[in-house]
């Protein structure tokens, strides 16, 4: 069992940077394949990054060359640092976890926090 909590979300202009925390509660959090993901109203939840036990990384094309996940196995958290920032990116992002592997779907991941929302202004 994993629990996650995300935090740094907030309001941003065009073109600022936020960087996003999920720390994480309980075994192996090491063994685990992190992501993000985010949801816009009325759009579904969305692959935007995700971070392999081994530390491989992989990219939305939307958020590549902007966005940077990294992971601190010490301190049990995932990051995510979002420079360039447009109004497209406003949206709830979620950190989530799986043991068996890493994918872009949301339904590959059993575990998930309770989201940070971002709001980019024009």
């Known amino acids: 069992q994993v629990q996650l909590a995300e935090s740094g979300g907030g309001l941003v202009q065009a073109g600022g940077s936020l960087r996003l925390s999920c720390a994480a509660s309980?075994?192996?959090?090491?063994?685990?394949?992190m992501g993000w993901f985010r949801q816009a109203p009325g759009k579904e939840r969305e692959f935007v990054a995700a971070?392999?036990?081994?530390?491989?990384?992989y990219y939305a094309d939307s958020v590549k060359g902007r966005f940077t996940i990294s992971r601190d196995n010490a301190k049990k958290t995932v990051y995510l640092q979002m420079n360039s920032l447009e109004p497209d990116d406003t949206a709830v992002y979620y950190c989530?976890?799986?043991?068996?592997?890493?994918?872009?779907?949301?339904?590959?991941?059993?575990?998930w926090g309770q989201g940070t929302q971002v709001v980019v202004s024009s």
């Open positions: 989530a976890a799986t043991y068996g592997g890493w994918g872009t779907a949301p339904g590959v991941y059993p575990y």
């Open positions: 309980g075994r192996s959090f090491s063994s685990c394949a």
């Open positions: 971070i392999r036990s081994g530390g491989s990384t």
